[in-house]
């Protein structure tokens, strides 16, 4: 996990299927660089995100998660358990209905691992019911600095916070996954 900058949600992997926003077929390049920053550790990710891909049943993702194995870290370890008792009591009905989801592991994941959590989930800050909040939502209200594209805060650029959370969108425009000549 040495060269790991970002931890990729469930929600960004399939964007690469067919008839998704980021279909492989219309954005090639992309995915070839993406899958190159997995091979060099740069994008990880964790267990459930292997378990809810290979859950779609889809062969593409069974082959792409069993070549990338080496990508998919523990949902917790002695690091992120405190992290996960937090959040379950911070925000128990959201919990209560996303427990045997990745969310409630990959955010513990990322921030307690200082890693740059990659979603295509939207943020839905206002939502007045908690146990329908989104990645972004839960890690804006827990200190990270989210970029997403419907969302605009003011962030005070002087303060270092201990993750982001920023959009598929983001993770091209930071990485560079347009660029012919990467890879």
Avoid at 28 to 55: A, C, Q, R, T, Y
Avoid at 105 to 121: P, R, S
């Amino acid at each position: 996990m040495d060269n790991a900058k970002y931890v990729v949600d469930t929600s960004v992997c399939i964007r690469r299927s067919h008839q998704e926003e980021y279909e492989e077929e219309a954005f090639p390049m992309h995915w070839k660089n993406f899958d190159s920053l997995v091979k060099e550790g740069v994008i990880i990710s964790i267990d459930k995100v292997k378990d809810e891909l290979i859950f779609k049943g889809d062969s593409f993702f069974l082959n792409w998660t069993k070549e990338n194995e080496h990508m998919f870290y523990p949902n917790f370890d002695p690091e992120t358990t405190p992290c996960l008792t937090r959040l379950s009591s911070r925000f128990p009905e959201w919990y209560n209905k996303n427990q045997d989801k990745a969310d409630y592991y990959i955010i513990a994941f990322a921030k307690v691992k200082g890693l740059t959590l990659v979603t295509q989930e939207k943020m839905n800050f206002n939502s007045p019911n908690e146990k329908n909040y989104k990645i972004p939502t839960v890690c804006h209200r827990i200190g990270a600095k989210c970029i997403m594209k419907d969302w605009e805060f003011e962030y005070d650029e002087t303060i270092v916070y201990d993750f982001e959370c920023i959009s598929f969108n983001e993770l091209v425009k930071r990485e560079r996954l347009y660029d012919h000549n990467l890879f």
